[in-house]
């Protein structure tokens, strides 16, 4: 039981911190990334959809993402919603293309960067907070079930914790590398 509530925390855990990579990976320097789009949301006839859901996303060139709708009138709503999300990119229509220009990155607009990946790793780390508060009401659930006794309960909690640790620390030396390779010129 009790290795069941570990082995379950370590494994969401470790998705927390695969998605956090791969968020990390959306947030480019200086080139063009389609995948960069991703967790930008358009409304959608009333309801908030991904834009790779109305549109299609393509790489025009190393520097230009190009964002063809699937309806003509969504043109509108698609560049709005690109140009209010936290990216500051500026779209621009082009006939039935929404070419998305990638600015190139000043010191300014690196800082800026960085701060959505700080918020990123945050978000992570908020994240493996709740997986052990999860894990650790599971086991009080066990104990109050006197499934196990207070002292396992105990070594559980102490294990989660260290769990935890390692996955923050984890959590940390991704943001460093990814704020080492932002600032690079």
């Known amino acids: 039981m009790i290795s069941d509530v ?3 925390a370590e494994q969401k855990m470790t998705r927390s911190l695969e998605t956090l990579k791969t968020d990390f990976g959306k947030v480019r320097t200086g ?3 389609t995948g960069i789009l991703d967790h930008v ?3 959608y006839y009333g309801s908030p959809m991904p834009i790779n859901q109305v549109a299609s996303v393509t790489l025009i060139d190393s520097r230009t993402i190009g964002v063809q709708p699937f309806e003509k009138n969504m043109s509108g709503p698609i560049e709005r919603a ?3 999300s936290d990216l500051g990119l500026n779209p621009a229509s082009q006939g039935n293309i929404i070419r998305v220009p990638m ?3 000043t010191e300014e607009r690196r ?3 960085i701060k959505v990946v700080r918020g990123e790793a945050e978000n992570g780390k908020v994240a493996v907070r709740n997986i052990r508060r999860d894990g650790n009401e599971q086991l009080k659930k066990l104990l ?7 002292d396992d309960e105990r070594r559980a909690q102490d294990d989660i914790q260290k769990l935890t640790d390692r996955f923050v620390a984890e959590i940390d030396k991704a943001l460093q590398v990814k704020e080492a390779d932002l600032m690079a010129v």
Request: hydrophobic share 30%; no cysteine.
């Open 82 to 84: 690109i140009r209010d």
């Open 41 to 43: 949301t358009v409304d």
């Open 144 to 150: 109050k079930d006197k499934s196990i006794s207070e």
């Open 103 to 105: 600015p190139m990155l």
């Open 6 to 8: 570990k082995k379950t």
């Open 31 to 33: 080139r063009a990334h």
């Open 111 to 113: 800082r800026d960067l």
